[in-house]
């Protein structure tokens, strides 16, 4: 069976609050550098149907270029230049918490390297400058092939397993919906951050639903002074838009590993020393 992108998404959903609703301009609540986000909300369909909830929670979709910038994935920048710096014998692989150390950073610009690790220095410059760099999205091509040069052969592997949701169990790939820019809420490839859960007042998505763009400066003022502060964060004069509609056959995907997240009873593990002691001893 062919599936492409097209099959993801309802366009332009009914009225009615669903599970799987996209939204644009929702407020980030403040757990992101940016004030608005697209979000998708993860309410329980039942409570939604019988109007059982006074609140909808949703969770963030960020474009790649702006996930690549995120803790989520910029460890694997860190890991893969802690690597390289143990090729060139400045750290031992592994040690994260130093890869920032002026130290390290000293040792690594006075190296003089042959030719064959001459391009391993360049690569560890190159990372440096990435996990330092304070900008909130890799904004081009040139940014991403950076990324290639930085991960080497591993960019592709680390590609593959995002686009197929096997790269971490908090993140789900969504394809671009391929419409006007003017009102995509997913217009790049990106993915749902499952850990970040936003809620909101049932009540404002309603008020935003109903509002235009004559309307909503006058209703959101309205939902300021009621105190309710996250409309500071929705554009002045365009309410949040409910655009799309993620199809059940993902969304029920999207929703195993919400749950998988929440639901699951873990327990600590070993500590390094004894880790290193029990492998030693099997």
């Known amino acids: 069976m062919l599936v492409t992108e097209k099959d993801y998404y309802s366009i332009f959903p009914d009225g009615s609050h669903a599970t799987g609703d996209i939204w644009m301009g929702l407020p980030s609540g403040g757990i992101l550098t940016w004030p608005r986000i697209t979000g998708l909300v993860v309410t329980p369909a039942c409570d939604l ?12 979709i960020v474009p790649l270029d702006r996930f690549y910038r995120l803790p989520e994935f910029r460890t694997e920048v ?99 919906d391929y419409q006007n820019d003017a009102w995509s809420p997913v217009p790049q490839h990106s993915v749902v951050l499952l850990r970040y859960l936003i809620t909101v007042p049932t009540y404002f998505l309603d008020i935003a639903h109903r509002s235009d763009e004559s309307s909503w400066p006058q209703r959101r003022t309205e939902l300021i002074q009621r105190g309710l502060h996250c409309s500071r964060d929705c554009e002045e004069h365009r309410p949040p838009l409910r655009a799309l509609r993620l199809r059940d056959i993902f969304l029920s995907d999207l929703l195993t590993k919400l749950v998988s997240i929440y639901v699951r009873i873990g327990a600590p593990d070993l500590s390094p020393p004894v880790l290193h002691k029990i492998e030693n001893e099997i």
């Open 78 to 176: 860190a890991r893969s230049y802690s690597e390289l710096l143990a090729q060139l014998g400045i750290l031992k692989s592994g040690n994260l918490d130093l890869l920032e150390d002026s130290d390290v950073i000293q040792r690594l610009g006075a190296l003089q390297p042959n030719k064959e690790k001459l391009a391993i220095k360049e690569r560890c410059m190159l990372a440096y400058s990435f996990l330092t760099d304070s900008s909130a999205a890799i904004r081009d091509k040139s940014g991403r092939h950076i990324l290639h040069t930085i991960l080497g052969k591993n960019w592709l592997t680390l590609k593959q397993r995002i686009v197929r949701n096997g790269y971490r169990q908090d993140i789900y790939y969504l394809p671009p």
């Open 49 to 60: 149907a019988n109007c059982k909830t006074e609140t909808i929670t949703y969770v963030p």
